[in-house]
């Protein structure tokens, strides 16, 4: 089956490290994307990458970071520099057609990381 | 920058009654869409309904629809015959069509959709 997968589903973390955050898709799209999610706030977009081996910063960037290597993947490492990293984190993928498509965003499961 | 605005954080509704959620944009583009995403419990984001700014035919699938009103920046959603399955929280989000962020949704803060047997 074709989607989009995210591990682990539940992640705890000690103040003071480094985390990596996984995302997979299966879908053949083009464009990924990690969005961070605190209650009452929605969700708000970290990075994206329209492209394999290049991505952007969005709205909170600031203490990520990401790669895309690959096609199929988006890593998202949540580093000590993050001062409240406390909260539910979504993937989602696209196709990256012309200006104009729907390009309708697909999301994961989501993980919840928690630091102790 | 583009905004979306949803002003209910909470509404209610009895089982196979009708309700609305609202929500406003604010942007100066013309070519534009917009969504409205689910959110169940188990926190899987499922996309409801979408609309191209640039139709003015009002989307609709199945039970749920929107009004769509462009000069107003207004795009709700109404469900009914409401069950309890569309208990929930509801974002609605806008994208661009144009420019080097068309990719990327914009969400609002949510609507969270108790429905009462």
């Known amino acids: 089956d074709g989607g989009i997968t995210q591990s682990p589903k539940y992640l705890f973390r000690k103040e003071g490290q480094n985390v990596t955050l996984s995302c997979e898709q299966n879908?053949?799209?083009?464009?990924m994307y990690w969005y961070r999610q605190d209650p009452g706030q929605g969700l708000r977009l970290i990075y994206y990458?329209?492209?394999?081996?290049?991505?952007q910063k969005g709205d909170i960037a600031e203490g990520y970071s990401v790669s895309r290597e690959k096609k199929e993947s988006f890593p998202l490492t949540v580093t000590s520099a993050q001062k409240n990293p406390t909260a539910f984190y979504l993937c989602?993928?696209?196709?990256?057609?012309?200006?104009?498509?729907?390009?309708?965003?697909?999301f994961g499961p989501g993980t919840r990381l928690t630091v102790l | 920058a583009q905004t979306v605005t949803q002003s209910q954080p909470e509404m209610s509704v009895q089982e196979a009654e009708t309700v609305t959620l609202s929500c406003t944009y604010d942007t100066s583009e013309s070519d534009y869409y917009l969504f409205w995403y689910k959110q169940p419990p188990s926190r899987q984001m499922i996309l409801v309904i979408r609309q191209e700014a640039y139709k003015q035919q009002n989307a609709t699938e199945n039970r749920f629809s929107v009004n769509f009103q462009k000069a107003a920046k207004s795009f709700s959603l109404k469900i009914s015959d409401s069950q309890l399955g569309d208990a929930a929280m509801y974002f609605c989000?806008?994208?661009?069509?144009?420019?080097?962020?068309?990719?990327?949704?914009?969400f609002g803060k949510g609507t969270k959709l108790s429905v009462k047997p």
């Open positions: 989000a806008y994208r661009s069509a144009r420019g080097r962020s068309q990719g990327n949704l914009i």
């Open positions: 990458s329209q492209i394999v081996n290049d991505f």
């Open positions: 879908l053949n799209h083009d464009a």
């Open positions: 989602a993928s696209s196709t990256n057609r012309r200006s104009g498509a729907y390009n309708e965003q697909f």
